[in-house]
């Protein structure tokens, strides 16, 4: 596709279910990474892949919080036994470079939007 | 410390003004590239505008400027002439150079809203 593809766009969850979110990047864009973000407030880090390598998780809030990219392309964040807490968009972002330097611009997607009841 | 400062959670501005979205940064290195996303509410992040930090001009994109004083580690974004569609969040962004280039970090955004 020409865009980052996300999906679900919108998930429901019973607190305790485990849950998948899947971002498909821009064909050929070796940087992809998850962000999380609260109502009202700014995208924060979750995690990066350079190919299928991750290369940061560091921004993951817990250990039930797991991310996979495997071929290099498609990923999945996956939450484990959800709670409250984790209620929030989740933004995946791809992007060309695999280089520092220039620092490149990230393409995003829609989101999934996580309801925790 | 945060990174990205932005302290007009919600603006508004009468159609076919200028506005000016504020954004101040905090960084320790000599690379970093300074950016701008607007949120409409369908969700999808959409790039504006890119400064990096060795640029020497200001950054232009059609009606979107952003006004880079080094020095004062400001970023503010220009809109000319705003139109209704312009109504969205907006994020400012910064990407460093270093060991943490594959980080963005956000600001908490600014609501716009344009009045007709």
């Known amino acids: 596709g020409a865009g980052v593809s996300q999906s679900p766009r919108y998930k429901v969850a019973k607190r305790g279910q485990d849950v998948a979110l899947r971002c498909d990047p821009i064909?050929?864009?070796?940087?992809l990474f998850w962000y999380q973000q609260a109502l009202g407030q700014g995208p924060e880090f979750l995690t990066y892949f350079q190919n299928e390598a991750q290369l940061d998780k560091s921004g993951l809030p817990s250990d039930r919080f797991f991310a996979e990219r495997p071929e290099g392309s498609v990923s999945t964040l996956k939450i484990q036994r959800t709670q409250q807490e984790d209620s929030a968009v989740y933004l995946c972002?791809?992007?060309?470079?695999?280089?520092?330097?220039?620092?490149?611009?990230?393409?995003f997607g829609s989101g999934t939007q996580l309801s925790v009841l | 410390a945060q990174k990205i400062t932005q302290t007009q959670p919600g603006m508004f501005v009468q159609e076919k003004e200028a506005v000016t979205l504020d954004c101040t940064y905090d960084?320790?290195?000599?690379?970093?590239?300074l950016f701008w996303y607007k949120q409409p509410s369908s969700g999808e992040m959409i790039f504006l505008i890119y400064q990096g930090s060795y640029d020497e001009q200001n950054a232009t994109e059609g009606r979107y400027s952003l006004n880079f004083q080094k020095a004062r580690k400001s970023a503010n974004l220009v809109i000319s002439a705003s139109q209704l569609g312009d109504s969205a969040m907006y994020f400012c962004a910064m990407r460093e150079g270093g060991n943490n280039f594959n980080k963005f970090y956000f600001g908490s955004g600014t609501k716009l809203n344009v009045k007709p």
């Open positions: 972002a791809s992007s060309w470079a695999r280089g520092r330097l220039p620092p490149e611009k990230l393409f």
């Open positions: 960084t320790s290195d000599q690379s970093y590239g």
């Open positions: 064909s050929g864009h070796v940087s």
